[in-house]
């Protein structure tokens, strides 16, 4: 179905074009999200995410590869973004808390929301493999194509971020241990 979508939009379709707007963008979304932790960023960065998808969409000569391409737009424009901010002087920056993803109605479990809270709290890299293995279920080739990294720099990557995450929670329980 949708790369049915990506064939007619290539060929102009407005339609196709927007239909895969309407299923792409909370995607978008919540990648630039999980790249910057930064809600202001999130809009600019899907704007500029669909200009270079409009303008690009052409050249694309696998129609089954529009997911990884856009992930890799995505993922460059966010950084991008990011480079921009942290070009400016220290004076200037806004410095934000880092705090865990929304949590939605479908999701009650407390341990989802642990582990929502733990994942927020890793760097930028690790929670962005943990976001494409794990809930956009993308295998290690296809993250290896985003990212624009090695097949074992993204299992390295992940192996870090699933220690690293680990630790994290494994303090949070002895630390909730203590205080009962």
């Not at 993308?138 to 074992?152: C, F, R």
């Amino acid at each position: 179905m949708e790369a049915i979508l990506v064939i007619k939009a290539k060929q102009g379709n407005r339609k196709a074009f927007e239909a895969l707007f309407r299923l792409w963008q909370p995607k978008i979304f919540a990648h630039a999200y999980q790249t910057t932790q930064q809600k202001e960023a999130v809009e600019e960065i899907a704007q500029e995410t669909w200009l270079a998808i409009a303008r690009q969409l052409r050249n694309l000569r696998d129609e089954e590869l529009f997911p990884i391409w856009v992930y890799r737009i995505t993922q460059k424009k966010a950084a991008d973004w990011l480079r921009a901010k942290y070009r400016e002087p220290a004076t200037e920056r806004v410095s934000e808390a880092i705090s865990a993803p929304e949590k939605s109605a479908q999701e009650p479990s407390s341990m989802i929301r642990l582990l929502r809270k733990e994942i927020a709290g890793l760097s930028a890299d690790h929670r962005l493999i943990l976001n494409l293995f794990y809930l956009e279920n993308y295998d290690l080739e296809e993250i290896a194509i985003i990212l624009q990294l090695s097949k074992g720099t993204v299992k390295s990557r992940l192996h870090y971020a699933r220690e690293k995450l680990r630790k994290r929670i494994e303090a949070n329980s002895i630390s909730h241990d203590t205080k009962k």
